[in-house]
C-alpha cells in the first residue's frame, strides 16, 4: 500500500520508511512530487486533535491513507507545559526555548518530563481516526548539551541514560523515542490489519 506521512521533516520520513521497510508499505510524504504542500494550522487543544487536523486535510487533498503526528514536551513542575504549544511557547530558536524552560525550573528540583506523540491514521478522508501514543519519560538537564537532533534534545535526558538525546544521537534516540514508539504501533496496525 501507499503511505502518506503528512510532513516534510526528513528524520521523521527515513524513521517511517525504516519501520516500513519490511512491510510492503511504500512511505510518501510532502517531499514528493503530486502532494500538495498544504499548511495546517494546528489549533487543536491536544497532540490528538493537531496531528487529526493535519491527517484530516492530507487525506482530503490526496484520496490516501494518511498518517500524521504532532508531538511535544510536557514538564511536570509547569504543570506538563508547554505541550502541545512546545514550537511556539516563547518566540524565537530553539536555543530560546530551551533558554526559557531553563531559567523557568531555574530553582526547582523536579526535573522530570515526558516527550509525547500522538500518530493519527486515516484509512480515507471520511474514516474514523485511529490513534497510537508513544511517550518517553526523562528529566530535564541543567545544562545544554550535545550538537545532534533538535528541539529541546540538548535539554532531555532519557531515563535509563545519563546523556541528552542530543549527545547519545539520533540513531539512539530512534530506538527509544517517543516518535518511534507511536510510529511502530501504527505500523503493527497496518501490519495486522492487512493480514485479515
Ligand atoms: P512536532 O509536532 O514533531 O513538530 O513537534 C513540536 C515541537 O515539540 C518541536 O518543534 C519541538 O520543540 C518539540 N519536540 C517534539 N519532538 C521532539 C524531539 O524528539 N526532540 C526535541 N524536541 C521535540
Redesign the pocket.
Known amino acids: 500500500m501507499k503511505l502518506l506521512l503528512a510532513t516534510a521533516?526528513k528524520g521523521?520520513i527515513a524513521e517511517l520508511q525504516t519501520l516500513c521497510a519490511s512491510e510492503e508499505i511504500e512511505v510518501v510524504s510532502i517531499n514528493d512530487q503530486n502532494i500538495p504542500n498544504l499548511d495546517v494550522e494546528e489549533t487543536g487543544e491536544t497532540?490528538a486533535e493537531?496531528a487529526e487536523l493535519k491527517a484530516r486535510a492530507f487525506a482530503r487533498a490526496t484520496g490516501l491513507p494518511v498518517l500524521a503526528?504532532?508531538?511535544?514536551?510536557e514538564v511536570d513542575a509547569i504543570g506538563g507545559k508547554p505541550g502541545v504549544k512546545?514550537?511556539r511557547w516563547v518566540s524565537g530558536t530553539?536555543n530560546d526555548?530551551n533558554k526559557a524552560l531553563l531559567e523557568k525550573l531555574a530553582h526547582e528540583t523536579n526535573r522530570r518530563a515526558t516527550?509525547k506523540?500522538v500518530v493519527c491514521y486515516l484509512e480515507n478522508p471520511n474514516a474514523e481516526p485511529l490513534f497510537f501514543e508513544g511517550t518517553i519519560s526523562g528529566t530535564i538537564a541543567t545544562t545544554l548539551s550535545g550538537s545532534e537532533?533538535?528541539?529541546?534534545?540538548p535539554l532531555?535526558i532519557p531515563e535509563g541514560h545519563n546523556k541528552t538525546?542530543a549527545e547519545l544521537g539520533v540513531e539512539v534516540?530512534n530506538t527509544l523515542?517517543?516518535?518511534a514508539r507511536a510510529f511502530k504501533k501504527a505500523v503493527e496496525y497496518l501490519h495486522s490489519s492487512a493480514a485479515k
Open positions: 521533516n521523521k497532540f493537531n503526528d504532532d508531538s511535544g514536551l512546545s514550537a530553539d526555548r516527550f506523540t537532533g533538535f528541539g529541546y534534545d532531555f538525546f534516540k523515542s517517543h516518535r
